[in-house]
């Protein structure tokens, strides 16, 4: 993620967990500068344990889940220390408002400092994380925590968004496909059929010729069938993540995950989107039209992947974000 991308934080007090025994359920209160907030562990035998922090507002409130980007970049970073700050854009200033219970969930074995790559990659993620990382364990993570939030007394289930960025719209919408309790999903910079679909149209947008992009696509046809003679594999890797994690999130199509669940729905993409070809979501967005499902699509101009526009600036981003919590609020 852009280094811009991070919402600095202050004031970030981690109380010691009492006793020596580990329960089902640990909790350590944190203040998010003017935020309360608690961090929870639950534990599970046979399972990473599923860790998330969610704001605590002074009233019951609706609930926002944020679901970052790919790879294993922690949502928190150096807690304890004068440099800490959240890699999850808006999550702190949203928190701090006191509207929302906000929550961030970890990745399963998840590291506490970023890896020394690339962001958005897996290569250099500790190997339990690449063992174990798949969609379907990734769903079960975030269902896991949802539903355990779901039942603070602070929040109000009535009304959840579930707020997902790139990789994160992909779990996104698969969430509101698997839990009714989801009324609000927002994409951004998420794919609209499947990331295999954005390999092809990624190749048909680079190729300087039919026959350069007929020689990109016989590469990643080569590339998919060597994923797919070997699907469960977390040793080996193409295009920075292990065979495991492309072979289980190319068999996602987020428009029809969308379809079959119940939830309002606002597409966000740069039309100069690199990574994720903006008539990828259309796809999606076409389809929901066409069943007359309530979706809105908020195509930026001469923006990338993060929405922000050529010469903009996060002032830009941040508008974006704030007209998806006004539509939140309104619906």
Same mark, same amino acid.
């Given at each position: 993620?852009?280094?811009?991308? #991070?919402?600095?934080?202050?004031?970030?007090?981690?109380?010691?967990?009492?006793?020596?025994? &580990?329960?089902? %359920?640990?909790?350590?209160?944190?203040? #998010?500068?003017?935020?309360? /907030?608690?961090?929870?562990?639950?534990?599970r035998d046979g399972a990473p344990d599923v860790r998330y922090v969610i704001s605590q507002p002074a009233h019951k409130a609706p609930l926002v889940l944020f679901v970052q980007s790919s790879g294993c970049t922690p949502p928190f970073v150096g807690l304890g220390t004068p440099n800490r700050y959240s890699t999850?854009?808006?999550?702190?200033? !949203?928190?701090?408002?006191?509207?929302?219970?906000?929550?961030? %969930?970890?990745?399963?074995?998840?590291?506490?400092?970023?890896?020394?790559?690339?962001? *958005?990659?897996?290569?250099?993620?500790?190997?339990?994380?690449?063992?174990?990382?798949?969609?379907?364990?990734?769903?079960?993570?975030?269902?896991?925590?949802?539903?355990?939030?779901?039942?603070?007394? $602070?929040?109000? =289930?009535?009304? %959840? #968004?579930?707020? *997902?960025? @790139?990789?994160? &719209?992909?779990?996104?919408?698969?969430?509101?496909?698997? #839990?009714?309790? %989801?009324?609000?999903? /927002? !994409?951004? =910079?998420?794919?609209?059929?499947?990331?295999?679909?954005?390999?092809?149209?990624?190749?048909?947008?680079? =190729?300087? @010729?039919?026959?350069?992009?007929?020689?990109?696509?016989?590469?990643?046809?080569?590339?998919?069938?060597?994923?797919?003679?070997?699907?469960?594999?977390? =040793?080996?890797?193409?295009?920075?993540?292990?065979?495991?994690? $492309?072979?289980?999130?190319?068999?996602? /199509?987020?428009?029809?995950?969308?379809?079959? @669940?119940?939830?309002?729905?606002?597409?966000?993409? *740069?039309?100069?989107?690199?990574?994720?070809?903006v008539l990828s979501t259309e796809v999606a967005y076409a389809r929901l039209r066409a069943l007359g499902r309530d979706v809105t699509f908020r195509r930026v101009p001469r923006a990338g992947h993060n929405l922000m526009a050529e010469g903009g600036t996060m002032a830009d981003v941040q508008k974006e974000y704030?007209?998806?919590?006004? $539509?939140?609020?309104?619906?």
């Amino acid at each position: 993620m852009n280094k811009r991308l #991070l919402a600095f934080f202050g004031g970030i007090l981690l109380a010691a967990s009492a006793g020596h025994a &580990a329960p089902a %359920v640990q909790q350590e209160p944190l203040e #998010l500068g003017k935020a309360a /907030a608690t961090r929870f562990t639950l534990h599970r035998d046979g399972a990473p344990d599923v860790r998330y922090v969610i704001s605590q507002p002074a009233h019951k409130a609706p609930l926002v889940l944020f679901v970052q980007s790919s790879g294993c970049t922690p949502p928190f970073v150096g807690l304890g220390t004068p440099n800490r700050y959240s890699t999850v854009f808006n999550f702190v200033p !949203l928190a701090q408002r006191g509207d929302y219970a906000v929550m961030v %969930v970890d990745k399963p074995n998840q590291p506490d400092a970023p890896p020394q790559s690339q962001p *958005g990659v897996a290569t250099a993620c500790p190997a339990a994380f690449n063992a174990y990382f798949s969609y379907d364990t990734w769903l079960d993570t975030l269902r896991g925590a949802l539903r355990h939030a779901l039942a603070l007394p $602070w929040v109000d =289930g009535s009304r %959840v #968004l579930v707020f *997902g960025v @790139s990789e994160g &719209a992909v779990m996104a919408a698969g969430l509101a496909r698997a #839990l009714p309790e %989801v009324t609000h999903v /927002a !994409l951004i =910079g998420g794919t609209g059929t499947s990331q295999l679909f954005d390999f092809a149209a990624n190749a048909y947008r680079a =190729g300087t @010729s039919d026959d350069d992009t007929l020689a990109r696509l016989r590469d990643i046809d080569a590339t998919v069938d060597a994923i797919n003679a070997d699907p469960r594999s977390t =040793g080996k890797f193409a295009w920075g993540h292990t065979y495991l994690r $492309w072979s289980t999130f190319f068999t996602q /199509a987020p428009g029809e995950n969308l379809v079959q @669940s119940k939830a309002r729905v606002w597409l966000a993409s *740069g039309m100069r989107d690199d990574s994720v070809p903006v008539l990828s979501t259309e796809v999606a967005y076409a389809r929901l039209r066409a069943l007359g499902r309530d979706v809105t699509f908020r195509r930026v101009p001469r923006a990338g992947h993060n929405l922000m526009a050529e010469g903009g600036t996060m002032a830009d981003v941040q508008k974006e974000y704030d007209a998806i919590m006004v $539509w939140f609020e309104r619906r």
